[in-house]
T-cell receptor, first 117, second 116 residues
Framework: GAVVSQHPSRVICKSGTSVKIECRSL??????MFWYRQFPKQSLMLMAT?????????EQGVEKDKFLINHASLTLSTLTVTSAHPEDSSFYIC?????????????FGPGTRLTVL | AQSVTQLGSHVSVSEGALVLLRCNYS??????LFWYVQYPNQGLQLLLK??????LVKGINGFEAEFKKSETSFHLTKPSAHMSDAAEYFC??????????????FGKGTLLTVNP
């Protein structure tokens, strides 16, 4: 099956620093990539949607200047958490999809656990 | 707006017992529904999806779900639980976000524990 990887799997940083998370589709080209965050024992909340070569579309309430998304190619998207603070600590999960239709499967990465001290 | 509601944040069953995880949807148009499973500290894996082709959908690992329009439900079942089924399960609906773009909206999840 299709595989999506994320790197790093876990990161601890100091408050005020920036952290970059990479998401790669390993064996397919993703027309669309999604970034979610998940708090403990809660559901996934969509942060933004990105298409290769275009600006990401952010969900309401998500600060685009804080969560920078770059979709450089059909197999790579990055999420940069700028000037991270403890409240940004969360589990970040990316997802990639080949098509745009409602039944096109989204493949999820294993997630990145961010801890901001 | 399309949404899903999962009834029961935690379900506990004995090994070998029937698994029933409930999901109800709200949609003004025919929905596209999904069940995903998440193992600890991992991403989500698709179990099955409803695309209106058949009301009874069979997925991986012995799971299946039945779409019932009259009850606006898409409950997930498995006849006999295994210890390896212990995980978090999410129901999701694909909502149109404009044009031909669709995004998934997830329920709050149901934690399944399997007792030996």
């Amino acid at each position: 099956g299709a595989v999506v990887s994320q790197h790093p799997s876990r990161v601890i940083c100091k408050s005020g620093t920036s952290v970059k998370i990479e998401c790669r589709s390993l064996d397919f080209q993703a027309t669309t990539m999604f970034w979610y965050r998940q708090f403990p024992k809660q559901s996934l909340m969509l942060m933004a949607t990105s298409n290769e070569g275009s600006k990401a579309t952010y969900e309401q309430g998500v600060e685009k200047d804080k969560f920078l998304i770059n979709h450089a190619s059909l197999t790579l998207s990055t999420l940069t958490v700028t000037s991270a603070h403890p409240e940004d600590s969360s589990f970040y999960i990316c997802s990639a999809r080949t098509g745009v239709g409602p039944t096109d499967t989204q493949y999820f990465g294993p997630g990145t656990r961010l801890t901001v001290l | 707006a399309q949404s899903v509601t999962q009834l029961g944040s935690h379900v506990s069953v004995s090994e070998g017992a029937l698994v029933l995880l409930r999901c109800n949807y709200s949609s003004s148009v025919p929905p596209y529904l999904f069940w995903y499973v998440q193992y600890p500290n991992q991403g989500l894996q698709l179990l099955l999806k409803y695309t209106s082709a058949a009301t009874l959908v069979k997925g991986i690992n012995g799971f299946e779900a039945e779409f019932k329009k009259s009850e606006t439900s898409f409950h997930l079942t498995k006849p006999s639980a295994h210890m390896s089924d212990a995980a978090e399960y999410f129901c999701a609906v694909a909502r149109n976000s404009g044009g031909s773009n669709y995004k998934l909206t997830f329920g709050k999840g149901t934690l399944l524990t399997v007792n030996p």
